[in-house]
């Protein structure tokens, strides 16, 4: 019961308290590039959630279980990126495989995620927060993607509206949507300190 | 030959200013927005990740520049990735050995430049098709324009946030501290807001 009471909170704080492109600022350039649509927003979504889970379990498994017991902690960014690299390449090739519709929907997105810092990102708080359990691991970083997805579709049905406004020329395109986030960031600063 | 010299001379010039104003990384290219919003909070780890990103840009754009004609076009990314990966542990080990307090405030933001667009886009747009002294003029260029970014972006955030620059107190006592500013609205909307400026003074100057 306890254990499920971890997973349970740490999950909401992943997706909510400590999202991660409203207060730790990751994968904000996927955020201001492809949030013009709902439905691009909503794939690009499922596509980081999807290889963030895969990449955090597995980075995750390599920290604990190689990198930790042969002491080489210091090659631990370089491992990570590969791992990441590795996993965009592994989910790409599976689903254009399997999935053909999908891959046509998720198009560009599947390699540009190998540079969207949400993923190295988390990787490297889940190490920073000194996880050291693999369940746990595996919902924080299911949580993220979530989180992500979440952020990015709240912020394209504001812009698919925000199209429709009187915006000042100057602001027009990248100034007014940072601005927006400012005000979701406000928003979602209402949430902090509810769980650790 | 005299002429030669004239002509790189200029190239090297221009090089140079474009990373400053005109391909300004944040401000026209939109690169690297994570780094900016996030150490953004006060001037000094702003200038440290600046500092740091100029270290690792000029070491990966003279390393993809030496072996640009080696370069398989499918394995590229991958090249860069690890030549960039493989310096931001140096500049990371570097920070914590000398500076084990600001190594603590950036956090996972030192290895997160390994994802920063900025060094990546510079690798892949720059270095591997100019020589060495091309690539490393950009690299510097890019690098001080990233930088003063960072700076005037923290400057704002910081005086406002804490009526401090550089720890320094300089605003009258009588100043409320805005604390909105250090958290991440601030960071949002003071970059909107610098990004809306940017553009009318560029309009301006183009009517002129």
Redesign the interface.
């Known amino acids: 019961m306890d254990t499920l009471n971890i997973l349970i909170m740490g999950f909401i704080s992943i997706v909510i308290v400590n999202n991660l492109v409203f207060t730790k600022f990751l994968g904000i350039c996927p955020y201001l590039g492809v949030s013009g649509r709902i439905d691009m927003a909503f794939g690009m979504g499922m596509a980081v959630t999807f290889v963030v889970t895969l990449s955090g379990t597995l980075t995750w498994m390599i920290d604990h279980w190689v990198l930790m017991k042969l002491g080489l902690e210091v090659t631990r960014y370089v491992c990570f990126i590969l791992v990441i690299a590795g996993a965009v390449q592994l989910v790409e090739m599976y689903v254009r495989k399997f999935f053909p519709s999908l891959y046509e929907s998720f198009g560009i997105f599947l390699p540009l995620i190998t540079t969207n810092c949400a993923i190295l990102g988390l990787c490297l708080f889940i190490n920073l927060w000194e996880i050291d359990n693999l369940l746990e691991a595996v919902v924080l970083s299911f949580g993220a993607g979530i989180g992500f997805t979440m952020a990015i579709c709240i912020m394209a049905g504001i812009r698919e509206n925000l199209n429709l406004a009187d915006v000042p020329d100057c602001l027009k395109g990248a100034p007014i949507t940072l601005i927006t986030a400012g005000i979701l960031a406000l928003a979602f600063m209402g949430f902090a300190g509810m769980i650790r | 030959m005299a002429n030669d010299t004239k002509v790189a001379a200029g190239l090297y010039k221009q090089t140079l200013l474009a990373g400053l104003w005109r391909e300004n990384p944040v401000f026209r290219l ?2 690297g ?2 780094p900016t ?2 150490v953004t909070a006060a001037v000094k780890p702003a200038l440290t990740m600046g500092l740091s990103v100029i270290f690792v840009l000029l070491c990966s754009n003279i390393v993809v520049s030496l072996m640009r004609n080696l370069l398989k076009p499918h394995l590229r ?2 090249m860069f ?2 030549t960039i ?2 310096f ?2 140096i500049a ?2 570097f920070l914590k050995a000398f500076t084990p307090v600001m190594s603590e405030t950036l ?2 933001y030192v ?2 430049i ?4 900025i060094i ?1 886009c510079r690798a892949e747009a720059c270095a591997s098709k100019n020589n060495l002294i091309v690539s490393i003029i950009d690299a510097l260029g890019m690098g001080v324009g990233f930088t003063l970014t960072l700076c005037v972006l923290a400057g704002i955030r910081e005086l406002l946030s804490t009526g401090e620059i550089f720890e320094v107190p300089v605003m009258p006592d009588a100043f409320v501290p805005w604390v ?1 500013m250090s ?7 003071t ?3 610098l ?3 940017v ?2 003074i560029s ?1 301006k100057k183009r009517k002129t």
Do not use: E, Q, R
């Open positions: 939109l690169l927005m994570c919003l996030a990314i991958l990735t690890l990966a493989t931001v542990t990371d080990l956090g996972p290895p997160l390994i994802v920063n667009c990546i909105a958290m991440p609205v601030g960071a949002f909307i970059l909107g807001l990004l809306g400026l553009n009318i309009k």
